[in-house]
């Protein structure tokens, strides 16, 4: 019963068998035939990161803030001017043309892109698992509700046929009565009735004389 009700709101639905839809449109029929609710993502809820995923999105959410940008400027013209001020009293530890500094920065950049990139990645799964789910639901309310539109239809079909049976019901009974109510007698009815009044009369004045 539950395989012919899947195939009927496929074919309803869809206009195609189960069998040929997708694992995501089979879940919305079975849905729709069940009549369950659409539950969230275990994935979309509970936070399942591992400590590395937790430290690539640390990252990633730091390193795109204006506040690292701003901080990292400053270190920059601290480190330059220290070294540009203080040459000349041997305090300097990466004299120009800072080739200390470049090798920093060039290793800043090498470890830090690919872990932005993994926070990214793990970003845009959680985005295509969260759309996924946005399209079943999105799918199942207008599945649900081209579903409701055929029910509305096949009760209004049902009750104009049932409004049109009792209006034929009434126009039969009205010309049955509409006919006995003039439905003429027969022809010589009324003179001979009218005869037997005459011939009643003339034997009553007979017997008064």
């Given at each position: 019963m539950a395989n012919q009700q899947r195939q009927q709101l496929a074919q309803e639905l869809l206009n195609c068998s189960y069998e040929e839809l997708t694992d995501i449109q089979r879940s919305v029929i079975d849905l729709i035939a069940t009549e369950a609710p659409t539950g969230v993502d275990r994935r979309l809820i509970i936070d399942d990161r591992t400590p590395g995923e937790r430290l690539a999105?640390?990252?990633?959410?730091?390193?795109?803030?204006?506040g690292f940008i701003l901080g990292f400027a400053?270190?920059?013209a601290l480190w330059m001017g220290w070294n540009v001020l203080g040459k000349g009293g041997g305090l300097a530890f990466d004299p120009y043309p800072f080739i200390f500094l470049n090798l920093v920065l060039s290793t800043l950049a090498a470890v830090q892109a690919p872990i932005i990139m993994m926070s990214q990645n793990r970003a845009a799964a959680r985005d295509r698992e969260a759309a996924e789910h946005d399209y079943v639901v999105n799918l199942r309310a207008e599945l649900e509700i081209m579903h409701l539109h055929d029910k509305l239809d096949r009760i209004r079909q049902r009750e104009l046929l049932q409004m049109i049976r009792r209006q034929n019901e009434a126009l039969r009974i009205l010309r049955a009565e509409l006919s006995e109510a003039f439905k003429p007698g027969p022809p010589d009815a009324a003179p001979a009735a009218a005869g037997r009044k005459?011939?009643?009369?003339r034997a009553a004045s007979a017997r008064g004389r």
């Open positions: 999105d640390r990252v990633a959410a730091i390193g795109g803030s204006w400053l270190a920059l005459r011939a009643g009369k």
